[in-house]
């Protein structure tokens, strides 16, 4: 059984987030030192749930589930749980997920091995016997 702390982070203006972590302190100063939700300081650190889980889908249903009866500033949810509601998320912003994989799969780049490829696809390339053979070609030859 893992041990999990639902936790709420509220700024100055009142906009909280939510999240969940099994390492409480260390999320913490993570959040404070970052600051990537673009709270107003000062904001407080509260535990709304502590709870031990077998299976992560647990911890993942009970933080959405919170971030549904509240207020967010949660851009994502850990678990979509419909169908439906990928549906209407995705027809919520069709314009911007389009423009974001037009953008991530039109742009090329070169590896070190010197093969150009799409960004989206380096991943997958750096995996492939042809990568790894160009790379022993490029040592060798040095």
Known sequence: MNCCVIYKITDLHNKCYI???????RRKLEHKRRNLLKLTKPYSFEIIR???YKFIKVRYLLETWYILQNDCINKNRPIINTRKEVKIYFNKNRKQILK???KRNSTIITCECGYKLRKDSL???LRNNIHKKRLNQIHLNK
Do not use: A, L, M, P
Not at 19 to 25: E, K, N, P, V, W
């Open 19 to 25: 999240g969940s972590t099994i390492d409480f302190h």
């Open 50 to 52: 502590k709870f031990q």
């Open 100 to 102: 974001n994989n037009e």
């Open 123 to 125: 991943k997958r390339h």
